[in-house]
């Protein structure tokens, strides 16, 4: 969208100085032909006759016989001086003019006239009287008549230059009434065009923010699968979508099917073995460490772990439920938040796995706590914190490094920690995640967090 916003953003003011520039080297154009007309007019009627300039008193257009008009005419010569006059003397600083028009009484100039070369012309900006004017400048040569009485020594007519300057006031004033009309229509048709490529921009994606959206309910668990109502760029894709999400949900199912079977296919024998009265204690020992593995690997087995981005739970669903059942296992212990968890925290993960975790922590922290148990949970961007406190005696550092290793047994750790943390840990690094063991600043006993 912003993209194409730019778009229309820089190029409708780009094309809108291209026509503006391309108008005024047009209106320019067009006072060039317009002075080139008047010097035409003025040159028929310009006169050498015995080596002196004639002119009219006046000339046929009457801007050039009006004082102050805009529109001037001047003769000058590099190669002819004239003597000062009354009349001459506003230009003291153009000694070489030989005549100018009524027009051009009063006037001064701020810059010496140009002289270009025999046959060109020049045109140019000018000052004249401090505002800003355009003259168009031609040198030209009179032919002077051959006769047998003219001596051969006699010399040609010089070079003269003859001058037309018009004020830019109306000129300038046309560009302005141009520009102002030209960037008054492209703002407005920039905002009309604005206005239409959002809503179109809009129509256009919206298919996308929905496709979006239900992701988003798939992975917050609201929703199992994808809708199909969508355009032919997107129906395909939400079609393997929905074919993965089928897949993955009937194969996990028939892992837990096969895995349930094969649990009570092993424990039927193990109950009946265990039964035997002529056991010894080791042998009573091993089949109970059979039987905690078995359900060990299980709850391994059925752990969605990285595959549930389509699967997701609210916290505070799985941690009511687990408070209000430890309150009743632990009457004399005080289960309570640090922070109220915001009820769309959401846990991308199974339930169940959720449920393991949080349990295995809570029943750990009450079975070490001495009156209470704090829980938090706090989510920071992509990731979701969850600790659970307890006041009791803590960890030392040297049962730190051992808690958590792969193959020890439970009840090796102190008495109230270490009840399934190996199954915890397993889960957790099914997610990619981590848990952290420390010491609790707030009850002074130890803190376990999870880092999903």
């Not at 401090?130 to 051959?146: E, K, L, M, N, Q």
């Not at 009485?149 to 040609?156: A, R």
């Not at 739970?313 to 009511?320: G, P």
């Not at 957790?428 to 063991?437: A, P």
């Amino acid at each position: 969208m912003v993209s194409a916003l730019l778009v229309i953003v820089v190029v409708l003011p780009s094309i809108g100085i291209a026509l503006n520039n391309a108008f005024k080297a047009q209106v320019e154009k067009n006072l060039q032909d317009q002075l080139n007309a008047y010097f035409y007019s003025v040159l028929a009627v310009t006169e050498f006759e015995n080596g002196e300039l004639l002119m009219p008193s006046a000339l046929l257009e009457n801007q050039f016989n009006v004082i102050g008009s805009g529109l001037y005419a001047l003769i000058s010569s590099t190669q002819m001086r004239v003597e000062s006059t009354p009349a001459l003397q506003v230009t003291q600083n153009e000694p070489n003019i030989l005549w100018f028009s009524d027009s051009f009484l009063g006037a001064n100039l701020s810059q010496n006239l140009p002289s270009p070369a025999l046959g060109q012309s020049g045109f140019d900006p000018i000052e004249v009287n401090g505002d800003a004017h355009f003259i168009y400048s031609f040198s030209v040569r009179f032919d002077i008549p051959t006769s047998f009485d003219t001596p051969s020594n006699k010399q040609p007519a010089p070079v003269i230059t003859l001058h037309i300057v018009k004020d830019l006031s109306s000129v300038t004033q046309q560009q302005n009434a141009f520009a102002q009309q030209l960037w008054t229509w492209l703002l407005v048709l920039m905002f009309v065009l604005l206005v239409i490529q959002v809503f179109w921009l809009n129509w256009t994606l919206k298919p996308l923010a929905r496709f979006t959206q239900e992701l988003d309910s798939v992975q917050n668990g609201e929703a199992e699968q994808l809708s199909q109502q969508y355009p032919a760029e997107l129906a395909s894709v939400a079609r393997q979508l929905n074919s993965l999400l089928t897949t993955e949900q009937q194969q996990r199912k028939r892992y837990r099917n096969a895995l349930s079977d094969l649990a009570h296919s092993l424990k039927t024998p193990l109950a009946v073995i265990q039964s035997q009265q002529d056991l010894s204690p080791s042998s009573q020992e091993q089949i109970s460490q059979i039987n905690n593995t078995i359900d060990h690997q299980l709850k391994r087995a059925q752990s969605a772990g990285a595959l549930a981005w389509h699967l997701g739970v609210k916290i505070n669903t799985v941690t009511d439920k687990l408070v209000r059942t430890l309150a009743k296992i632990y009457p004399d212990i005080d289960i309570s938040f640090c922070n109220n968890a915001s009820v769309d925290i959401v846990f991308r993960g199974d339930e169940s796995d959720l449920m393991e975790m949080l349990g295995n922590l809570l029943d750990n922290a009450c079975k070490a706590a001495n009156h209470k148990v704090l829980i938090s949970i706090e989510q920071q961007q992509e990731k979701l914190l969850i600790s659970v406190e307890d006041d009791g005696k803590g960890i030392s550092s040297s049962q730190k490094s051992q808690i958590l290793q792969r193959g020890k047994r439970a009840d090796t750790y102190v008495k109230g920690h270490g009840i399934g943390l190996a199954i915890v840990q397993d889960l957790v690094d099914s997610y990619n995640g981590s848990l952290e063991l420390g010491k609790s600043e707030t009850l002074g006993g130890a803190k376990f967090t999870l880092f999903l």
